[in-house]
């Protein structure tokens, strides 16, 4: 991390001003003190100066004499920027002072400054966080996210990471992203360096994670924790009381207890009792209240709330149910339009208003107000606040039958203001008095809310969170990482998607599918190289299968079922539907079309699942039967494979999914069988970088299997490290498959941030129309059985099944330098965005270059890169342990041990493990734990010596003479450790 600083010999910190002593000059003694200690100041201090204090203090001498020092210090910087500005230093200082006084704008200007003249600015850690802290507080979550994985990428080891840690989870959680939320809470729990928020104050957090996940069981204890602890704040304890007695009114009412009411009753008033100023607390107890009819205390609940929360549309909504309920709809009438000024897109409240409508005899009102909830509830992000589009427009259908028998009837005199009319009228004084607040509020007391708002509704309830749009802040910064070059796959540089490519000639181009007719082209060094190293995303190959006595047979549900009818497999539940449509389904209906693909999982074994998967066939023929009066075997055959022809109905489907087939003891006649595929296509092959693993990788140096009923979905995604893939349909329904080439994986990355989806960890499924609109062109195909469908690596791709069907996959890795490239920098990129990588690339690389014969010199360059670039990490390392004292302990790797991975933040540890009861660490996170590795124990995997002899001893092999027949590359039997011998 580089730091800016001022030289003493560029001038006085007061700009040559009067400073202490009378306006006398300052002595160049005290002037080089000052500026060394400026030369510190930068945005790791932020949070930590004494400048501001609490509303209930004021400013002490201490904290106006900081700030007439940093006022003065970028004073000075100013005058020096006029002479010196080309000098880069001095706008990221300037820029650390002006965020130290928390003028964000300023601190913007200064920022952008230092990167337009920087070109190396992203190695400066200080300044990423700086510029993150900066996109935080104008909730730029999208760039401030950027820069701050940024900081912890250039510089694990940075100092302030767990308020990189901390950030991160509060806008992730903000996405709804709630397991990447988690682990940055629990990343930051586990650091024992100060910062902005209490240990206790993250555990809140991730009580209120486990609660918006739905673990009330894990939330309901953590938050006793919490109150059984020591040291917690006032505000911490009532917000603690809170959330528990919410939790026990609202959701662990249909699982915990059926006297929820009388636990969290006494907990909201403690809560309110503790911190009277809280808002919500009042709102909770007031619906507490409510829902036992205790009326007046509920209107009294409520009143506490509007005087303390202004503008709380939810506490409106809730004090028109209750006015409703007691027949008095005038009253209700201003409390909903209250609600809907204050928030517009208050679904709920427009449902009660409609109720309210309807119930006064006004139908039109009615309607206006109905549709208006559904056309909010259709475009509210996941569930929403309550799913009334069902009932609704039951409503709207009976409403316009009454609208329509009364056309010729006379009007009735309306009892309650028009919505027009209602929507103009002014709110009662008593309903818009505000409390006096401050305007500016401390970042930690904004972090600390964590307040669920509970929206009443006549036809349910449930929760929503307030959205406040970001500012517009300058944001050219996201484009100004410098591009990598591709000899080097170990970047210094933080990695970035690739730009969007030019508009290809069509959106819909031909699949490439070969033919193949004999048992020499098969194994015909031509089809390789077609698959290996053209540029195509995909390839279908047709019988291949069939010409190399490949017997699929025994893939199918009966073979299973009587081979291992107990063996486990995952199972997904899904909405069936069409394969170029996604919608977002609740209770059977369509709301919206969205990227979001949800399923949820459970286990199952292959005997019940087959059971299912000939279950669903047997109705599908009852119903084609009834329908067309056939029952001919190849009428039947025909409906198998291709399912229905269109999903009428959504209706819930299970798709097999992840069976794995590894086991040689179980399986052996079905890997044995797999091994008639040319050696490109084998799980293992001296050609096939994932056979030099040393153990196994389940889905990806091994088969796994998938079996389908027509619209299972394999959502959109790229493979593992961006490895090659291949994917044989046993039969015999045909799959629908969909790939994009790797060049977009950019775009589609920007298009599930904004739709809110983790591109690596979420489940997504494209809608066609967003795809023509951005201009991706998409394969489309249908997989028919026998077919192997080659991936080239990197591609995107998704797959739906049409018929009955199983599948096979597994991975591999041709011996290319973009194959390894790929791998590598997907490697990388989710290193930067805390993402496990499945495959090891550390690992990987240096069995390469100990068991594997390269015969690519580029491929051979980039992984000498890695190898050097580890080999001098492990040195560096360990000298500095030794210089500490620490002991090494040399620990060796047993045969087919498994890579290790920290047990914290999940990236690969190599060599020197950090071990703590039995759980590896990686160096950062274990000294987050104990600066001083006190508790830990190091091991080392190899020798120092070995790992350089290997690197010296690695280097391109030539190749075996050209032959028109492809045989797999014989290696040196004795070279190889027992579990790579198979090759």
């Known amino acids: 991390m580089t730091s800016a600083s001022v030289s003493p010999s560029q001038g006085q910190v007061n700009g040559g001003g009067g400073g202490g002593g009378g306006g006398e000059e300052k002595s160049a003694e005290n002037v080089a003190r000052e500026l060394e200690c400026l030369s510190q100041y930068d945005s790791r201090l932020f949070g930590f100066l004494r400048i501001h204090q609490d509303d209930q203090d004021k400013d002490t001498a201490e904290c106006k004499e900081e700030k007439d020092y940093l006022t003065q210090a970028i004073a000075h910087l100013q005058k020096l920027i006029h002479t010196n500005y080309d000098n880069p230093d001095l706008f990221c200082q300037l820029g650390h002072f002006h965020l130290l006084l928390e003028d964000y704008n300023k601190a913007m200007s200064a920022y952008q400054e230092y990167i337009t003249i920087h070109p190396d600015h992203w190695k400066n850690a200080s300044f990423l966080y700086g510029l993150g802290l900066v996109y935080f507080h104008y909730n730029a979550f999208q760039w401030a996210t950027k820069a701050l994985q940024q900081v912890l990428y250039i510089d694990p080891g940075f100092s302030r990471k767990n308020e990189v840690h901390i950030r991160l989870a509060i806008m992730f959680k903000n996405k709804s992203d709630f397991e990447a939320a988690l682990k940055h809470f629990h990343l930051a729990l586990m650091d024992t360096s100060p910062s902005s928020l209490s240990p206790l104050e993250i555990r809140f957090h991730i009580g209120h994670l486990y609660e918006l996940q739905g673990n009330f069981y894990m939330a309901k204890d953590m938050y006793e924790s919490i109150l059984s602890s020591e040291g917690s704040t006032v505000k911490l304890r009532a917000s603690t009381l809170r959330q528990l007695g919410w939790l026990y009114h609202s959701s662990i009412s249909q699982t915990m207890d059926i006297h929820r009411i009388q636990k969290a009753e006494p907990l909201l008033l403690e809560a309110v009792k503790t911190d009277p100023s809280n808002g919500q607390s009042w709102y909770f107890l007031g619906r507490c209240y409510a829902a036992q009819n205790k009326v007046n205390e509920a209107f009294v609940a409520y009143r506490q709330s509007v005087d303390r929360l202004d503008r709380n549309a939810d506490t409106w909504c809730s004090i028109g149910v209750l006015y409703q309920q007691q027949s008095q709809p005038m009253d209700a009438l201003q409390a909903y339009i209250c609600a809907v000024q204050i928030d517009s897109s208050h679904s709920a409240a427009w449902t009660n208003l409609g109720i309210l409508y309807e119930q006064n005899m006004q139908p039109g009102d009615a309607m206006v ?24 427009q039951a409503r709207i259908k009976m409403i316009s039958r009454q609208l329509h028998n009364k056309q010729n009837s006379t009007p009735q005199p309306s009892s ?49 969170d307030e959205k406040k749009p970001a500012p517009e802040v300058p944001t050219h910064w996201a484009d100004s990482v410098p591009a990598r070059a591709d000899v080097k796959p ?28 004999t048992r020499d082209d098969a194994f015909s060094r031509t089809l390789q190289t077609l698959c290996v190293e053209s540029q195509q995303p995909v390839i279908v190959l047709k019988g291949l299968c069939k010409v ?6 025994l893939f199918n549900t009966k073979t299973l079922m009587s081979t291992n009818p107990d063996h486990a497999v995952e199972v997904r539940t899904q909405w069936q539907q069409s394969a170029d449509e996604n919608w977002d389904v609740h209770n059977g209906q369509g709301r919206k079309k969205q990227w979001l693909c949800e399923s949820t999982r459970s286990h199952s074994t292959i005997a019940k699942y087959a059971q299912y998967q000939g279950n669903t066939f047997r109705e599908f023929v009852q119903e084609e039967q009834e329908r067309t009066g056939s029952d001919k075997p190849e009428d039947l055959a025909i409906a198998k494979r291709r399912g229905p022809k269109r999903f009428t109905n959504f209706k819930m489907i299970q798709f097999g999914t992840n069976v794995d087939l590894s086991d040689k003891k179980k399986w052996s006649a079905q890997i044995a069988e797999l091994e008639k595929l040319p050696p490109f296509c084998r799980t293992k092959s001296s050609t096939n970088m994932l056979s030099y693993m040393g153990h196994k990788i389940l889905g990806m140096n091994t088969i796994q299997l998938y079996m389908k009923v027509p619209g299972s979905r394999t959502p959109g995604h790229q493979e593992n490290n961006n490895m090659s893939a291949l994917n044989l349909n046993i039969g015999p329904g045909d799959c629908e498959w969909f790939v994009v080439p790797a060049s977009y994986w950019g775009v589609f990355h920007e298009i599930c941030e904004k739709n809110k989806i983790n591109y690596l960890t979420g ?50 890795g041709p011996m290319t330098h973009s194959q390894y490239v790929a791998a590598f920098e997907r490697y990388e990129w989710n290193k930067l965005k805390g993402v496990k990588s499945i495959v090891p690339m550390i690992h990987l690389s240096w069995n390469l270059a100990r068991y594997a014969k390269i015969h690519d010199a580029q491929l051979v360059t980039q992984i000498r890169h890695c190898l050097e670039g580890t080999l001098n990490r492990c040195r560096s390392t360990k000298e500095r342990l030794q210089k500490e004292g620490v002991t090494i302990q040399f620990h060796g790797r047993e045969e087919e ?70 045989e797999d590359f014989k290696l040196d039997v004795d070279r190889l450790p027992p579990s790579l011998r198979d090759l």
């Open 416 to 464: 309650l203001p028009q919505i027009q009319e209602a929507w103009r009228l002014p709110i009662p004084a008593q309903l818009t008095r505000k409390r006096e607040t401050e305007d500016t509020k401390s970042e930690k007391d904004a972090d600390e809310k964590m307040d669920i708002s509970g929206s009443t509704t006549l036809l349910g309830e449930g929760g929503g």
């Open 369 to 392: 107000c109905y549709k208006k909830a559904i056309e909010l509830s259709k475009n509210l992000d996941g569930e929403g606040y309550f799913d009334p589009i069902a009932k609704l």
């Open 897 to 966: 041990e498994w890579t290790h991975y920290c047990e914290v933040c999940e990236v690969e540890v190599f060599n020197l493990l950090f071990v703590q009861n039995r759980k590896v660490h990686c160096e950062n996170c274990a000294r987050s734990t104990s600066k001083t590795l006190e508790g830990f124990v190091v091991l080392e995997e190899y020798e120092m010596s070995d790992l350089k002899d290997i690197l010296d001893k690695f280097e391109k092999v030539d190749p075996p003479p050209d032959t028109e027949t492809l």
């Open 490 to 517: 170990v970047y210094n540089a933080p990695p970035s998607p690739p730009p969007r490519p030019p508009m290809p000639p069509t959106l819909n181009p031909t699949t490439p599918s070969i033919r193949v007719p």
């Open 548 to 553: 190399l006595g490949v017997d699929l047979k």
């Open 763 to 812: 489940s997504w499924w494209p809608l066609i129309e967003d795809l023509q609109k951005e201009g991706i062109p998409y394969y489309r195909f249908l997989q028919r059985p026998e077919d192997l469908v080659w991936i080239a690596p990197g591609a995107i791709h998704w797959v739906q099944a049409k018929g009955w069907c199983n599948n096979i996959a597994w991975n591999t």
